[in-house]
Each structure stands twice: as C-alpha cells, then as structure tokens.
C-alpha cells in the first residue's frame, strides 16, 4: 500500500511540479518517510492502547487484593481478568502473562515490574511500577496505592481523549489545506495547457518550482508536528 502511495505521490511531484516521469526516482525517500511516519504512529498507537489497557489491569489486582489474594496471586487473577475483558492479543494479557510466567520460576516481582516499566516507554507505567516498588518495600498499603495511581491515569487518559477529539477536526482540515495546492496547480494545468510551461525544462523554472515544493513539503511537516502535541 506504502509502495502505491509512494509512487502516485511521486507521481504527482514530478508532473505537477518538474513535468517529468524521470523524477519519480522520488518515490523511494516518500516511500522511507511514509513507512517511518506509520511506525511511529503505530508505536504512539500501541502505547496509548497499552496504558488504557494498564487502568483495567491495575485495578484488577487492586480488587483481588482486597479480596484477601496475595500480591502475586493477584496478579494471576488480573491476567485472567484482562483475558475476559481484552483478550489474549491485547498488550496487557501479554504483559501480565509474561509476568506471571517469571513469577512460577521465582523470579522477584519488583524485577518484573522494572522491565515492564522500561519495555513500556509510558510514562504513566513507569511512575507507577516505581512508587509500587517503594510502597512494597516500605510496607505501605498496597491497594491504596494502585487504586490512587488508577485515578491518576484515568484522569490523564480523559485529558488526553479530549484533546485527541479536538485535534480530529484540525487535523482533517489541516489534510484539505494540504491537498489543496496539489489540487490547484494540477487544476490549473490540466484546464489550462501551456501555462506553466516557462517553468518546466529551464533552470530558473526549475528552481523556482524547488523552492515552491521545499516550502510545500515544510508546511505539510510543521502541521503535522503541531498536530502530533505531546505524542497524541
């Protein structure tokens, strides 16, 4: 999909802005970017997921502790429960799985909780795992702290869904301001033929078409950075 987007961009770059076929050498640093920009979207995505997830599991192990469970023990139960309500392919079973399976081997929970922590690259989990670590150390009440740190997420989760429904609307307008020169020189062009001929195949034609584009592709990546505030 990537590599037909690729070219129908490189496509259009080269015929609108070059009038040349020849430039759709283009079409291998738009296919590098394109990929790029989806993988971090990905990756932006799966977090996001991840920590909503998280809420859900933390709160689990909070309920089974004071059901009367055992941390550990606990944690089973919020893997069983995190089956039920995401499945096995969620991000969460995986970790609560992985977990419990280091957990059957003696493997310490406050080592586990780090590496999750570390693998997770989400803020919300790392502070979490670390103030658990402390308040398990220190003897603190253990529910009372996952229920607290739940709330906190939440909280922040609400914020950030709020702000990625007011950026829905942005960013669709910002796709249209986008499209929209493509649109118009292609327009102008097709409709009327010969009129951007005195800058195609001369050097300052081709110069001032550069510099058109650069200042095009500038202003499609500082929108999308301003729409991409804080990772959302």
Do not use: W
């Not at 550990?72 to 096995?88: K, P, Q, V």
């Not at 280091?102 to 997770?120: G, I, P, Q, Y």
């Not at 078409?209 to 499609?220: D, K």
């Amino acid at each position: 999909m990537f590599a037909l987007l690729s070219l129908a961009v490189s496509a259009g770059i080269a015929i609108l802005f070059y009038d040349s076929l020849f430039l759709m050498i283009l079409s291998v640093p738009v296919y590098i970017f394109l990929t790029r920009a989806k993988r971090e979207e990905y990756s932006v995505r799966e977090r996001q997921r991840l920590e909503n997830q998280f809420r859900d599991g933390i709160l689990s192990v909070a309920a089974s502790l004071q059901a009367g469970y055992s941390i550990e023990n606990s944690f089973r139960e919020a893997m069983a429960e995190m089956e039920r309500l995401h499945g096995e392919d969620s991000p969460i079973f995986r970790e609560f799985y992985v977990i419990n399976a280091k957990l059957s081997v003696n493997v310490a929970l406050e080592e586990l909780l780090s590496d999750f922590a570390d693998r997770s690259a989400c803020d919300d989990i790392e502070t979490f795992c670390q103030v658990f670590i402390f308040a398990r150390k220190s003897g603190g009440s253990l529910d009372k702290v996952i229920k607290k740190s739940a709330e906190s997420i939440s909280g922040k989760l609400e914020l950030a869904e709020d702000i990625r429904t007011e950026l829905a609307s942005r960013r669709y307008e910002s796709l249209i301001m986008s499209i929209m020169p493509m649109f118009i020189i292609g327009y102008v062009r097709f409709s009327t033929p010969g009129y951007f001929d005195c800058l195609y195949h001369n050097v300052p034609g081709v110069l001032i078409m550069t510099v058109a584009l650069a200042v095009y592709g500038a202003s499609f990546l500082l929108s999308e950075k301003l729409l991409n505030v804080g990772g959302m």
